[in-house]
């Protein structure tokens, strides 16, 4: 629904030894790696419902990069295109 409020969510996966990430490897080691870890852990992290001004109603591409810098601001990630 264009304009309505949303509720962000960042969900991360911290690791020690090995990134769950699916970043460059063939998908049997990716299973297989994961599996030899004890637990895999992943953080969910709830932010406060975004209200979108009437600005941002009208302008979707605003109201998305607005969203997208309260997640990154959030998870402290830098942003990139």
Not at 3 to 14: E, F, I, T
Not at 29 to 36: D, E, Q, Y
Request: hydrophobic fraction near 35%; charged fraction near 20%.
């Amino acid at each position: 629904v264009p304009g309505a409020p949303v509720k962000p969510v960042l969900v991360s996966m911290p690791f020690k030894h090995f990134s769950p990430s699916y970043e460059s490897i063939y998908t049997q080691v990716l299973v297989a790696r994961s599996l030899c870890q004890f637990y895999n852990r992943m953080q969910v992290r709830y932010l406060e419902d975004y209200i979108p001004s009437e600005e941002e109603k009208n302008d979707p591409k605003l109201y998305a990069e607005n969203v997208r810098n309260i997640i990154a601001y959030a998870s402290n990630l830098p942003m990139c295109d």
